[in-house]
C-alpha cells in the first residue's frame, strides 16, 4: 500500500516519534512519501478566492500546493501528524488547509482513508483532531482513524494504543472496502451537489459536479449506501433542491 504522511509540525519529535511507531505497523511492501510542511514554505493564503472561482490552478502557489495534492491523490492512505498549538493546529497545516478550501466544494478523496495522529502537552488533542477528521470528511475522505496522546512532560509514547489503531488502519486501507458515510457526510454533499449547478457565479464548482457526474447521485457512485441512506440522501436533495431555487 502508499502511504503519503503530511507532518504539521516544524519539527520531527513528540508526534513524529508516535508516526514513527504506527508505521511499523502499516506492512513490510509499504511505499512512504513524507511531506514535511515546515519544508514546503507554502506562503500564506492571500484570500485571492481564485482557487474557488477560477480554479485551483489559479491560486498563485499552486506550484507549491499542487504536488502535495498529486501524492494525495498518489496514497492509498495518509497520515495527517499535528501537535497541538495554542489549542489548535499548528499554523503551518492550518495554513495549507486554507490552501485547499477548494475541496470542500469539490470533494473528490471518497476512496481514502486516513490516520489522524495529534499530540499535546497536556490539552486539545480531541478538539485538534476533531478538526484534521471533519476537514478530510469534508475533502471526501471514506474513514478517519484518530490517535491522540498527552506527553504531559513524558517522553515515552502509547505504543500499545498506537499499534492498535495503527493496524486497524493498515487492515482497512489493505481491504479497499468502502465503508457507509455519515448522515452529515450524506448532508454536506446533498448541500454542494443541490447548490453547485445553481450557481452562475460559482463556474468551476458547476463544472466540476457536472463533468464528474457527481450531481447524479445521493453520495459518490462508488460508495455503497444501503436503501435507508440512499433514500436519506434523495430526500435530502429534493429539500434542498427547492430550498436553493
Ligand atoms: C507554540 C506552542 C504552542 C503549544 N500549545 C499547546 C497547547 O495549547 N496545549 C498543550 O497542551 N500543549 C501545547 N503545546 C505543546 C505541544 O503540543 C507538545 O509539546 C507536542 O507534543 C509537540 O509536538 P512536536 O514535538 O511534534 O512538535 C504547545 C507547544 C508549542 C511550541
Not at 58 to 69: G, R
Not at 70 to 90: F, H, L, Q, S
Not at 177 to 201: C, E, Q
Amino acid at each position: 500500500m502508499k502511504y503519503l504522511i503530511i507532518n504539521g509540525s516544524p519539527r520531527k519529535k513528540n508526534t513524529w516519534s508516535m508516526v514513527k511507531q504506527a508505521k511499523t505497523n502499516l506492512g513490510e511492501d509499504a511505499e512512504f512519501e513524507e511531506v514535511q510542511l515546515m519544508k514546503e514554505k507554502i506562503p500564506m493564503c492571500n484570500g485571492c478566492f481564485k482557487c474557488i472561482m477560477e480554479g485551483e490552478e489559479n491560486c498563485p502557489h499552486h506550484e507549491t500546493v499542487n504536488p502535495i495534492i498529486e501524492k494525495i491523490r498518489w496514497a492509498d492512505g495518509i497520515i495527517i501528524a499535528c501537535p497541538v498549538y495554542a489549542m489548535n493546529v499548528t499554523a503551518l497545516l492550518k495554513n495549507f488547509f486554507d490552501h485547499t478550501a477548494y475541496i470542500y466544494h469539490r470533494p473528490e478523496f471518497f476512496d481514502k482513508k486516513a490516520l489522524v495522529v495529534v499530540s499535546t502537552a497536556g490539552a486539545g488533542q480531541k478538539d485538534v483532531a476533531n478538526y484534521i477528521d471533519e476537514t478530510l470528511r469534508h475533502w471526501g475522505f471514506n474513514k478517519i482513524y484518530q490517535i491522540k496522546y498527552a506527553f504531559g512532560g513524558k517522553e515515552e509514547i502509547n505504543t500499545e494504543e498506537i499499534n492498535k489503531i495503527s493496524q486497524k488502519f493498515h487492515k482497512d486501507v489493505s481491504s479497499k472496502k468502502l465503508h457507509s458515510p455519515k448522515i452529515g457526510d450524506i448532508i454536506f454533499y446533498n448541500v454542494w451537489r443541490a447548490m453547485a449547478p445553481k450557481s452562475d457565479t460559482m463556474k468551476k464548482d458547476k463544472e466540476y459536479w457536472e463533468s464528474t457526474g457527481l450531481v447524479n447521485y445521493e453520495f459518490a457512485p462508488d460508495v455503497n449506501l444501503g436503501i435507508f441512506k440512499k433514500l436519506f440522501g434523495k430526500i435530502m436533495y429534493f429539500i434542498l433542491n427547492r430550498v436553493m431555487k
